[in-house]
C-alpha cells in the first residue's frame, strides 16, 4: 500500500502509521504467556501463576515493549516503501481518531538532505608544505639535551640569568590582603622558560643569592586564578639558591643514552631527522585536511537537519561531562553546561559529515583495506614496538573505526586537491610546529 508521506518543511515529513489492534493484544497476550513460565508470586509455584496475576503485574511494561517494537517496525516498513533516508529519532504521537479496530499514530522526522557540492575544479584551496632543516634538526637535538641536563650552584656573587633554575621564597598580596596560592617557600622554576607569568621571570633575572625585590605584577584577564584574574598584585620575593644547567655533549655517549642504534652522531641525526619528516607529514596532512574541509564548507549548498545537530550537541555535552569527570571535578555527570556553547560546532560538524559523506559515495572514496594497514603501519612506527602498537589497533572496532575515518579524510583531501585550484605555500618548519 503506498505511504502518504506530507511535507511538513524542508526536511521535516510526517506519516500516519495504522496496528490494527488484534495484532497487538495477541502479541501482548503472547508474551505474557512466556513470562507466565518462570515468573514467580507468593503463594504459587513457578509456572502456575495465574495469567490475571501476571497481566496485572507486567502488562503496563509489556503493552509498551509491544506498542514499541510494532510501531518500530511499521515505521522502518514504511521509509523504505517511500524511499527515504530518516534523519535522527522520530517524535510518535498517538492518534485519536483512529479507524476502528486499529490504533494510528503520527511519525514526525526529518530526511537527510540533498547535498549540492558544486563545481570542485572552480574552486580555491591552499595547499602547504614544508621541509626537515639542519636548523631543526639542530633544535630538536638541544631539547634532548635540555631534557637531560645537571644543574650545579653558582657561586653567591653571580646574579640569576636565562636557563638558570633558581629557588625561591615568594609571598603576593592584593590591595594588601594575601590570597589562595600566593606564597610558597624553596619554590624552583627555570628562568626563561615560560613556566612563570612574564613579569615575574623578569623580576628574579639578575637578583643574587640572599636578596629580596618586591614588585608589582599585572595578572592576566584569563587568569586560571579566578580570584586574581585581571588584578594587580605586590610580590616579595627572596633569592636562596642560583644553579647553571649543564648540557650534556652531543658525542657517542649522548647518542647511546638515547638508545640510538649503532651509537654515533651521525645516527642520531638521522634518527632524529627520520622522526621530524614523519611529524611534519602528520602535521601537513592535518592541515591540507583542513584547508580542503573549509573549502568543501563554502562550496556545498545544503539544509541540516536539526536532529542531527542536537544529537551532536548532545554527544559534546557528554564529551565535556567526561573530561571534566577525568580531571575530578565534583558531581562532573550532573555539571550543568548550556548546549549554546557547542551549537556552532555541533552544526559545522554535522554539515561537514554530510557533504564529506556526499563526496565519498558519489566517487567511491571509501578506505581500502590496504589504506588501513598502512596507516596504521606508519602510525606504529614512531613508538619502541610497532608490531604491539598495530595488534593493539587491528583487535579494537572502535580504534579501527578512528582510522578509517582517517583514512576517509585522507582520501577526500586527495580528491579535492587533484582537482581544485590549488595555491602552493611553504611553510617554514617552526611556523608547521607551532601551529
Given amino acids: 500500500m503506498p505511504v502518504h508521506v506530507e511535507n511538513l518543511d524542508k526536511l521535516e515529513r510526517r506519516i500516519t502509521l495504522t496496528l490494527p489492534s488484534s495484532s497487538i493484544a495477541s502479541e501482548v497476550e503472547s508474551r505474557l504467556r512466556r513470562i507466565a513460565r518462570t515468573v514467580k508470586a507468593d503463594g504459587f509455584r513457578p509456572g502456575k501463576v495465574p495469567m490475571s496475576v501476571v497481566a496485572q503485574r507486567y502488562g503496563f511494561s509489556v503493552q509498551n515493549e509491544v506498542m514499541n517494537d510494532k510501531v518500530g517496525q511499521v515505521f522502518s516498513e514504511a521509509v523504505n516503501e517511500a524511499k527515504l533516508r530518516v534523519a535522527g529519532t522520530p517524535r510518535i504521537t498517538e492518534k485519536a481518531d483512529a479507524p476502528e479496530g486499529q490504533v494510528a499514530f503520527d511519525a514526525t522526522f526529518e530526511v537527510y538532505p540533498e547535498v549540492k557540492l558544486g563545481d570542485i575544479g572552480q574552486a580555491e584551496v591552499e595547499r602547504v608544505s614544508a621541509e626537515v632543516t639542519e636548523e631543526a634538526v639542530d633544535k630538536t637535538i638541544d631539547i634532548l639535551r635540555k631534557q637531560r641536563r645537571t644543574f650545579a650552584q653558582r657561586p653567591a656573587a653571580e646574579p640569576a640569568s636565562v636557563g638558570d633554575r633558581v629557588t625561591i621564597d615568594f609571598e603576593g598580596k592584593v590591595d594588601g590582603v594575601p590570597f589562595d596560592g600566593g606564597r610558597a617557600s624553596d619554590f624552583q622554576f627555570i628562568i626563561g622558560e615560560g613556566q612563570m ?111 542531527l545537530v542536537s544529537g551532536e550537541v548532545d554527544r559534546l555535552i557528554a564529551e565535556a561531562r567526561s573530561d571534566l569527570k577525568k580531571r575530578g571535578i565534583k558531581d562532573a555527570d550532573n555539571a550543568p553546561i548550556p548546549a549554546e556553547m557547542f551549537q556552532a560546532q555541533a552544526e559545522r560538524r554535522v554539515r561537514l559529515g554530510l557533504v564529506v559523506g556526499e563526496l565519498v559515495r558519489s566517487n567511491n572514496l571509501q578506505a581500502r583495506p590496504e589504506q588501513l594497514q598502512a596507516h596504521i603501519e606508519e602510525l606504529a612506527q614512531s613508538y619502541e614496538k610497532p608490531a604491539e602498537v598495530m595488534r593493539w589497533y587491528l583487535s579494537d572496532r572502535e580504534r579501527m573505526a578512528e582510522v578509517e575515518a582517517v583514512v576517509v579524510e585522507n582520501n577526500v583531501a586527495e580528491f579535492v586537491l587533484g582537482r581544485a585550484k590549488v595555491n602552493e605555500r611553504t611553510l617554514p618548519f617552526d611556523e608547521l610546529m607551532a601551529s
Fill in 197 to 307: 607569568l612574564e613579569q615575574f621571570d623578569a623580576a628574579v633575572r639578575g637578583m643574587k643569592v640572599g636578596e629580596s625585590k618586591t614588585f608589582p605584577l599585572q595578572f592576566p584577564e584569563n587568569y586560571q586564578g579566578r580570584e586574581v584574574a585581571g588584578k594587580e598584585a605586590d610580590f616579595l620575593v627572596t633569592l636562596k639558591k642560583v644553579e647553571a644547567a649543564r648540557l650534556p655533549e652531543v658525542d657517542e655517549a649522548f647518542a647511546k643514552a638515547l638508545g640510538i642504534a649503532g651509537g654515533t652522531v651521525e645516527a642520531l641525526r638521522a634518527d632524529v631527522r627520520k622522526n621530524l619528516e614523519r611529524e611534519v607529514k602528520f602535521r601537513v596532512l592535518a592541515r591540507n585536511k583542513a584547508n580542503v574541509m573549509d573549502t568543501l564548507l563554502t562550496a556545498a549548498e545544503l539544509d541540516v537537519p536539526r536532529a
